[in-house]
T-cell receptor
């Protein structure tokens, strides 16, 4: 099984450009998440989808939008990128029950110039 | 709001035992998890405590005291490959995890 697959792995944008990070999971998980990781800041939740058809804001949602396209796919969109959005982005999924164990993708390193 | 506190860095030598503490303040609490992240990699799940006490998984153990809002990760028989960042995370019952800022563990020969 591939687990959680996110693309692209690396991306360089100019300020004001838009882009979409794609994420897909093949574990039949109900819940999906987008986190960003910055040095010394840990993992901060941007948006999540507890189940197909629902999305909710996390701790740092400003400047982002998400789409839960179906049970497998959860995309993150930057409409007008800013240098403050330079970060490593992780998609994750979980069954959404019990210990709520998250399985993470390999990460997408985004640089906004 | 929610906050988790853990040391930023811990150093130890191969074969030693190290404990990484985590204290938390959250509006709700279902459980405390621990994740490991090697440099450049993705976080991976290590352990979960939903009830007070000790959970053991091989060389790793995790402890929780709900009354003290405190937990720790214990790593025994340290190996060089254990050099990584370790994150505690709280499940406060809103389908999400809130992560601490991470503890970088450096294991030296």
């Amino acid at each position: 099984n591939a687990g959680v697959t996110q693309t692209p792995k690396f991306q360089v944008l100019k300020t004001g450009q838009s882009m979409t990070l794609q994420c897909a999971q093949d574990m039949n998980h109900n819940s999906m998440y987008w986190y960003r990781q910055d040095p010394g800041m840990g993992l901060r939740l941007i948006y999540y989808s507890a189940s197909e058809g629902t999305t909710d804001k996390g701790e740092v949602p400003n400047g982002y939008n998400v789409s839960r396209l179906n049970k497998r796919e959860f995309s993150l969109r930057l409409e007008s990128a800013a240098p403050s959005q330079t970060s490593v982005y992780f998609c994750a999924s979980s069954a959404g029950d019990g210990a709520n164990v998250l399985t993470f993708g390999a990460g997408s390193r985004l640089t906004v110039l | 709001g929610q906050s988790l506190e853990q040391p930023s860095e811990v150093t130890a030598v191969e074969g030693a035992i190290v404990q990484i503490n985590c204290t938390y303040q959250t509006s709700g609490f279902y459980g405390l998890s621990w994740y490991q992240q090697h440099d450049g990699g993705a976080p991976t799940f290590l352990s979960y405590n939903g009830l007070d006490g000790l959970e053991e998984t091989g060389r790793f153990s995790s402890f929780l005291s709900r009354s003290d809002s405190y937990g720790y990760l214990l790593l025994q028989e340290l190996q060089m490959k254990d050099s990584a960042s370790y994150f505690c995370a709280v499940d406060s019952g809103y389908s999400t995890l809130t992560f601490g800022k991470g503890t970088m563990l450096l294991v030296s020969p």
